[in-house]
């Protein structure tokens, strides 16, 4: 079994601060910047990653379901 846990990560290049690699990709990148390379490779992977469970692994799609705290709120803001 392969459990991955919630990852938040970030990364940002120095020299180009505001570089996206969902915006453009390889072809955005500035003079072969390797940083923002490294950006590019970690998002493609990323993605690569994502699609692969998805497809091993389709999320469940869950009910709705009014949860008895939502009422209890609602509740507490009813004027009669
Ligand atoms: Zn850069």
Redesign the pocket.
């Known amino acids: 079994m392969l459990k991955i846990g919630a990852v938040r990560w970030r990364g940002k290049?120095s020299?180009?601060p505001m570089?996206d690699p969902f915006d453009g990709g390889r072809g955005a990148?500035?003079g072969g910047?390797p940083?923002?390379l490294s950006l590019v490779e970690i998002c493609e992977l990323h993605q690569k990653t994502m699609a692969l469970m998805r497809t091993f692994a389709p999320p469940v799609e869950k009910k709705k379901k009014v949860s008895p705290l939502s009422l209890l709120q609602i509740g507490l803001f009813e004027e009669e």
Do not use: D, I, L
């Open positions: 290049c020299r180009h570089f990148v500035k910047c940083r923002c």
